[in-house]
């Protein structure tokens, strides 16, 4: 079995959520509909799930290549690297 280490975890900063408990794309085009919201760890963006239809959250890394984001729900903590594609 292959492991795969994240090599991105350095991208890691101190942010706050820019919408908290909310996805910043679904508010600005009036959606209220996610089932799950991911926070960036590089600058504090705020968005949806891949199980949810927009699937903000991954736009947002595709349009900026920001590497690390982690759970915004309750109670989770774990974090996921797109380029590396392991949790973290």
Not at 7 to 27: D, F, M, N
Not at 28 to 35: F, I, N, S
């Amino acid at each position: 079995m292959t492991t795969t280490i994240c090599t991105h975890l350095g991208s890691i900063t101190a942010v706050e959520p820019r919408t908290p408990g909310v996805c910043e794309e679904c508010v600005t085009e009036g959606r209220r509909q996610w089932v799950h919201l991911r926070l960036c760890l590089a600058c504090g963006h705020v968005g949806c799930c891949d199980s949810s239809v927009r699937k903000h959250a991954s736009k947002h890394f595709e349009a900026t290549g920001h590497p690390v984001m982690q759970s915004a729900q309750p109670g989770e903590n774990w974090r996921w690297c797109y380029v590396d594609e392991v949790i973290v």
